[in-house]
C-alpha cells in the first residue's frame, strides 16, 4: 500500500514536471520569435481565442492595446510599425530575458526590451536614430500547449525620459 501511495504521487509530481517544462519551452520558444519581431512564427503559438493587452501601453499611449482573438492579436503585432521600417521591422529589436518562472499553466518573464526607433517620430528634421531599453514583464497563460492570453507591462516612462535625453543631443 505504502508503495502504491509513493508511485501515484511520483507519477503526479512527474506529470506536473512535464507540464511545468513544456509551459518553458512554449514560452521561450515564443519569447525568440517575439524577439525576433517574428510574428507569423508568433501566431504558431495561439489559441484561436488568444487575448493581448498591454494596460501600461493603455495608459502611456492614451490608446487600447486590448486585443481578442488569432487574427486580431496578429494583425496588432504585424502592424505596430507598419510603413515606418523597411520590411515593417526596426532594424534592431530584442528581449534580454533576465528572471523567469514557470507553472504548468504560465509564464512570468521578466526581461529588457530594446528598441531602435527613428528621431523624426519626434522631430521631422532628423535622420537620427534613438535606442530605447526599458523593463518588460511578460505574463502568458498556456492551455494545451497553447497561449491563450499574453500581458506585457512595460515601463514606459523609462520610454519617454529615454526618447527625452537623446533628443536634447
Known amino acids: 500500500m505504502r ?3 509513493l508511485l501515484i504521487c511520483l507519477v503526479i509530481h512527474t506529470s506536473l514536471y512535464s507540464q511545468t517544462n513544456n509551459t518553458k519551452e512554449i514560452a521561450l520558444r515564443y519569447m525568440e520569435a517575439y524577439g525576433a519581431w517574428d510574428f507569423d ?3 504558431t503559438f495561439y489559441a484561436d481565442t488568444v487575448s493581448f493587452e498591454d494596460p501600461t501601453g493603455t495608459e502611456a499611449f492614451k490608446q487600447t ?8 492579436v496578429y494583425n496588432f503585432f504585424k502592424d505596430v510599425f507598419k510603413n ?7 532594424p534592431y529589436v530584442h ?3 533576465e ?4 507553472t504548468e499553466t504560465y509564464a512570468v518573464i521578466n526581461s529588457t526590451f530594446e528598441c531602435i526607433l527613428p528621431t523624426s517620430w519626434f522631430d521631422k528634421n532628423s535622420n537620427e536614430s534613438i535606442l ?3 523593463p518588460f514583464v511578460t505574463v502568458l497563460t498556456i492551455k494545451d500547449g497553447l497561449i491563450t492570453k499574453h500581458i506585457d507591462y512595460g515601463n514606459y516612462t523609462k520610454y519617454h525620459e529615454q526618447i527625452k535625453a537623446q ?3
Open 132 to 134: 530605447i531599453a526599458i
Open 65 to 72: 492595446f486590448s486585443f481578442q482573438g488569432k487574427e486580431n
Open 41 to 43: 512564427t508568433m501566431k
Open 167 to 169: 533628443m536634447k543631443k
Open 99 to 102: 528572471k523567469s518562472f514557470f
Open 84 to 90: 515606418r521600417f523597411q520590411n515593417n521591422k526596426p
Open 3 to 5: 508503495f502504491l501511495c
Open 95 to 97: 528581449f534580454t530575458i
